[in-house]
Every structure is written in structure tokens, then in C-alpha cells.
């Protein structure tokens, strides 16, 4: 691969990732006890500034930019893909520090194997050929196995670690083989290339590597039928694990999805629209029905992250056909993040002394033990209720809209109705919280940081004030995937 110096420039912020993690590594083992804060401080740190390199790509390459002879591309998608996942680790590790230190969870550990992490997501985002994806989802995907066994003390953390591992590798494999077969059918592994070959191939070879490669992306995002990990994943996890691998992931494997489908798959589209539309039904169905019977929250809102997922698929396979499909499925993506990670925060706030707060019953009262907290709840449920005027009925609204103008009226109804079924089981933790009285075990005031406070605050307000100045995060949207 040639490539000149000149080029680093376009990977900046993935060279000050992996730069400054290589040097915290080394700081952290000369730290003693006391400063052991400073690990954290300076992955904060680290997240800010690349944070700030990646927003002054925004501003500076306003057309895309191909580098490393071909595998790396810096576009409008790559940058805002960056940004929030920057946005939302920095937010996943706040609310992380008071739980993992409560669980004697080893903290340089688990915000390092982060950092990394995120260095995965970034280098996703930015990825223009396969290997780059394989690369990028590789690195995420060997960070989340570990930090979800972390928590030596709990055994279902580390059967969840197993079973994330095994059905991850699966995965892997699906999309390594399914790569495999394009570069032997087009003999490139950028993604242009791809495209250009495949324009007037309908083979059977072609077919099957399609079907592989969106299996393996199926399984990332957690949709039917590749969905089997995420309850148990979700619920066996520590709840600081389970907010980061419901948030940031989400963004950049939406990013890698579009790029596929669009970018290399586009002569194909006659046959992976169907296949989306099966999946998209089969997750909303699923998700939305299983989630009704849960009695813990954090199952609950496993089996709702598959019914959004299955929501966010219906702007990917209208976007060929509909002028805002991708920039719809883009917005509710990340306003589903921004909303669910705040849920997993409330849990993780709540979760104390090494007792898990995430049976459904424990809710109840909570508006008598911390009223401001919540309410910050409701809102967080109301968004991903998708009730107005949060931000979560202004995403699904978009997404409606855009595949109507596709042309799949019958598809929107069909997504309306399970809209209308999810907002059942939100309203039930509403109602717990509100018209209930606290149970005896669970009757004391809760008192936050005023840290955490801070935090949990911005993320609820964002979720309504989003809802009502909707226009900046959607055009947003619109510019990366115009």
C-alpha cells in the first residue's frame, strides 16, 4: 500500500486515539494507587480532543477524501459517525465510573479496553474497502468481549462473555466468508470496485456473498434472526457494559451498513431490499412482543433495541427509493442512542452497593425517592416510546415518512401498529414509577452526585429539547448522507 506522509493528516484523530492509549498504558502501570483517578481524567481528555480533530474535518473537507490507496475515506458520514461516537463514549464512561468502582471492576482496564474500542468505531466509520470494515469491527468487537467479563465476581457476566464471544466469532466468520466470495468475484476489496463489478452480475455466487455479508452486519445490530445474544448479553453484562454496547456500536455499525449496501452492493438492491424488509418485520414483531413479557428492564430494553433496530432498517431499504431514507434511519439512530444510553444510565445510578437495580418492581415510587431523576426517566421513555414532543417521535415520524415516499405504504402501517404496541411497555415503568409506592427494601431518598446529576440532566433535556428544535440534528443528518 503507497501512501505519502501527507496523508496522516486525513487520520488524525485514529493516530491521536491510538497514540495517546499506547501511552496511557504505560502511565497507568507507573501510577500508584492514589492517582489512579488520573487514567480516567485522561481518557476523558483523549475523547475530547479527538473530539475537536474530527470536527475540524467537518469544516475542512467538505468533498470526500480517499486515502491509503483507497481504504480510508474521509466524507461528511465518516466525520459525524466520529463525532457521536466520541460524544457517547465520553458520556458512557461518566456514568461508568461510580458503578465499576463499586464492583471492584479493575477501571484503568475497563476505560483503556474502551478507548480501544472506540479507535474500532472510529476506523469503521472511515472504512472505503473490506478489510478496513473487518479491521475496524475486529478491534470493537475483541474490547467489548472483555469488558463484558470484567466482572469476575458475577458468573453471568462471564457465561454472557462466552456466549458474546462464541456467537460473535460466528458472526465474523459469516462476514470474512461473504468477503471472501466478492473478492473472488471482482477480485477488489474496495468498496466502488465492488460496486462496478457486480453493476451486471446476478449470479448465484453474487447472491450468496450478498447473503453472508448482511448476515454478519445483521448480527451487529442485533436484528431477528441473528439476535440471540443481545437479551442475555444485555442482562448478564455489568450495566456500564450494557450502556456502552447500546450506544456507540449502534453508530458505527449503521455507518459500515450504508457503505455496503450503497456503496457496493447497489446493483444488487432488487434483492436485499426484500431480505431488509423480512428482517425489519421479523425484529419489530419480535422485539416489541417479547419486550411486553419481561420483568427485568434490562432484558426489557434488550428486546426493544431489536425492535429499533428493526425501525432503523426501514430507512436503510428506503433510502435507494426516497430522498431522506438514509438521513432518516441516521437521525433515529442517533437519537436512539442519545435516549437508551440515558435509560442505562438511570439503571446504573440506581444500582448500588452491588446490588442491581433491574428487576421492573424496583422502580416502583421512584418519583417519591427522586423526583428531578424520575423525570429525567420519563423522558427517556417517552423518547423511545416515541411520544411527543421528545425527540423519539420526531425520528420515527422521519422514518414513516421516508419510506412512504418509497413507495411501502403497507410497510408503514405495519411499523406504526408495532410502534403502538412498544409504547405499552414503556408506559408500564411510567406508571411503576409514578402511581405506585416504593417497596419496603427500596423506600429511602436517593441521593446523586452532583456529577452525576449533571450528566443524567443533559441527557433528559436533550431528549426533549431535540424534540422541539428538531431541524439542526436532522439537517445534520441530511449533509453526511445527502
Known amino acids: 500500500m503507497d501512501f505519502s506522509i501527507s496523508e496522516l493528516a486525513y487520520a488524525m484523530p485514529e493516530i491521536f486515539l491510538l497514540f495517546t492509549a499506547c501511552v496511557i498504558l504505560i502511565v497507568d502501570v507507573c501510577l500508584p494507587e492514589r492517582l489512579r483517578y488520573m487514567t480516567y481524567a485522561l481518557i476523558q481528555g483523549v475523547l475530547g480532543g479527538a473530539f475537536l480533530l474530527a470536527l475540524l474535518q467537518f469544516k475542512e473537507y467538505p468533498e470526500p477524501i480517499y486515502a491509503f490507496s ?121 468498496l466502488h470496485t465492488v460496486a462496478t463489478v457486480l453493476a451486471d452480475r446476478h449470479d448465484a455466487a453474487a447472491l450468496a456473498a450478498m447473503v453472508f455479508v448482511i448476515a454478519g452486519l445483521i448480527f451487529k445490530f442485533g436484528a431477528v434472526p441473528f439476535h440471540m445474544w443481545v437479551p442475555d448479553v444485555y442482562q448478564g453484562s455489568p450495566t456500564a457494559t450494557t450502556l456502552f454496547i447500546a450506544s456507540a456500536p449502534k453508530i458505527a455499525a449503521f455507518a459500515i451498513t450504508v457503505r455496503i449496501l450503497q456503496q457496493s452492493l447497489p446493483g444488487l438492491q432488487e434483492s436485499w431490499v426484500p431480505m431488509l424488509i423480512v428482517i425489519s418485520i421479523a425484529s419489530m414483531l419480535f422485539g416489541n412482543l417479547v419486550a411486553i413479557a419481561q420483568s427485568n428492564i434490562k432484558r426489557m430494553f434488550a428486546y426493544s433495541s431489536i425492535a429499533h433496530v428493526g425501525y432503523a432498517l ?152 431535540l424534540g422541539v428544535l428538531p431541524s439542526f440534528t436532522i439537517d445534520l443528518c441530511r449533509i453526511s448522507l445527502g
Not at 373 to 398: E, I, Q, R, W
Open 70 to 190: 483507497g481504504h480510508f475515506v474521509i466524507d461528511k458520514l465518516a466525520v459525524l459517525s466520529k463525532l457521536t461516537v466520541y460524544l457517547f463514549s465520553f458520556f458512557a464512561f461518566a456514568y461508568a465510573r461510580d458503578y465499576i468502582r463499586s464492583r471492584n471492576i479493575a477501571d484503568s482496564e475497563y476505560y483503556l479496553l474502551g478507548l480501544f474500542a472506540v479507535i474500532g468505531m472510529s476506523v469503521m466509520a472511515s472504512a472505503n474497502t473490506f478489510l478496513t470494515i473487518y479491521l475496524g469491527l475486529e478491534l470493537l468487537s475483541l474490547a467489548l468481549y472483555a469488558m463484558v467479563a470484567m466482572y469476575k465476581d458475577s458468573n453471568d457476566a462471564v457465561e454472557s462473555a462466552m456466549k458474546f464471544f462464541v456467537l460473535g466469532s460466528f458472526a465474523s466468520g459469516l462476514l470474512l466468508y461473504g468477503i471472501s466470495l466478492l473478492y473472488g468475484l471482482t477480485g477488489s476489496l474496495e
Open 314 to 465: 426501514l430507512g436503510i431499504l428506503a433510502g435507494p427509493n426516497s430522498t431522506n431514507g438514509y438521513s432518516a434511519a441516521m437521525f433515529y439512530i442517533v437519537t436512539y442512542v442519545l435516549v437508551v444510553a440515558g435509560a442505562f444510565a438511570v439503571v446504573a445510578m440506581l444500582s448500588r452497593h452491588g446490588v442491581e437495580f433491574d428487576k421492573l418492581d424496583d422502580y416502583r415510587g421512584l418519583n417519591a425517592r427522586n423526583p428531578w431523576l424520575a423525570f429525567m426517566m420519563l423522558l427517556l421513555l417517552f423518547s423511545m416510546a416515541g411520544v411527543p414532543p421528545t425527540v423519539g417521535f420526531f425520528a420515527k415520524l422521519g422514518l414513516l415518512e421516508s419510506v412512504v415516499q418509497a413507495g411501502y405504504v403497507w410497510l408503514a402501517a405495519v411499523a406504526l401498529i408495532f410502534a403502538l404496541v412498544g409504547v405499552y411497555y414503556y408506559l408500564r415503568v411510567v406508571m411503576l414509577m409514578y402511581f405506585d409506592e416504593p417497596s419496603p427494601e427500596h423506600s429511602s431518598r436517593i441521593h446523586l452526585s452532583s456529577r452525576m446529576l449533571a450528566a443524567i440532566s443533559l441527557n433528559g433535556s436533550a431528549a426533549l429539547i
